[in-house]
C-alpha cells in the first residue's frame, strides 16, 4: 500500500501563542527605552526653538533698535509683560517653583510673539491671524536704517513639543516696563514636560531656568 505523504500548513496554536509572548517580551523590553529616545527628543527640540526665538529676537532688536514690548503706533510705549508664540498657555506653578513662577502665564499685557517676528506689526492692532500688519505707517519702515526685515521665524503661531506657547518675559527687557534694580534676564522659556512653570518672574528676583523649564537668554537688562 503506498503512503501518501501530507504537508503541514500554517502554524500550530501554541507556536502562535509563543511567537507573541516573545514579540510581547522584547516590546516591554524596547518600550521604556523607545519612550525615553522620544521624551528626550522632545527636550531637545525645545532648546533648540527656544534658541532660534532668541536669535530672532536679537535679530529683530538688531534692525529695528526696539525690543518686543511695544503696543502703540510709531511703534511707541512698553506695556506689553509678555510675548508668546501661540494663545495655548501653560499655567500654575510647579512643584518647588520659584517666587512668581505662575506669573509667566498672566502676567501683564501679552501679545503674540508673530507680530514682531513673523508680521511687521508691533502696534495694538492685530488680529490672532495677522490681520492689520499692511499699516506701514504705524509700523517699522521697511527700508533704509531702523527697517523690520523680517520675517525672523518661519511661522506665526507655533508651540512647544508639549503643546504650550513659548513665553519671552520682554518687561525685563532694556527699555521695558521693569525699573526696578536687579539685573534681570530676558528669557525664552517653555514650561517643559510638566506643562507648569517653575522659574521666578517676580521683580525682586534674579532669574534661573528652573525645575523642568527649558530656555535661553535672549539679553540680560
Keep these: 500500500m503506498k503512503r501518501i505523504k501530507t504537508t503541514r500548513d500554517g502554524f500550530t496554536l501554541i507556536e502562535i501563542v509563543i511567537a507573541v509572548a516573545i514579540v510581547a517580551i522584547f516590546a516591554a523590553a524596547l518600550s521604556p527605552m523607545v519612550f525615553r529616545h522620544l521624551e ?3 527636550l531637545t527640540k525645545a532648546q533648540n526653538e527656544s534658541e532660534v526665538i532668541a536669535s530672532a ?3 529683530y532688536y ?3 533698535g526696539g525690543w518686543p514690548y511695544t503696543n502703540a503706533d510709531g511703534p511707541t510705549g512698553n506695556a506689553i509683560a509678555r510675548v508668546t508664540s501661540s494663545t495655548v498657555l501653560a499655567s500654575g506653578a510647579g512643584a518647588g517653583a520659584a ?3 505662575a ?3 498672566t502676567e501683564g499685557t501679552a501679545k503674540h510673539m508673530g507680530d514682531y517676528l513673523y508680521f511687521n506689526n508691533p502696534d495694538a492692532d492685530s488680529a490672532a491671524d495677522g490681520t492689520g500688519a499692511d499699516q506701514a505707517s504705524q509700523d517699522w519702515p521697511i ?3 531702523g527697517a523690520w526685515r523680517g520675517p525672523y521665524v518661519d511661522q506665526y503661531e507655533f508651540n512647544d513639543p508639549w503643546g504650550k506657547a513659548y513665553v519671552v518675559n520682554t518687561h525685563f527687557a532694556p527699555g521695558g516696563g ?9 528669557f ?8 507648569t512653570w517653575e522659574t521666578a518672574w517676580d521683580d525682586a528676583t534674579s532669574e534661573e531656568v528652573l525645575g523642568d523649564d527649558i530656555g535661553s537668554v535672549v539679553t540680560v537688562r
Excluded at 521693569?178 to 530676558?186: A, L, M, S
Excluded at 525664552?188 to 506643562?195: I, T
Design 143 to 145: 527700508t533704509g536704517r
Design 103 to 105: 506669573k509667566w502665564g
Design 57 to 59: 529676537m536679537l535679530s
Design 178 to 186: 521693569y525699573v526696578g534694580v536687579i539685573r534681570h534676564k530676558v
Design 99 to 101: 517666587t512668581g513662577s
Design 40 to 42: 528626550d527628543a522632545k
Design 188 to 195: 525664552v522659556l517653555s514650561a517643559g514636560p510638566n506643562g
Design 62 to 64: 538688531k534692525d529695528t
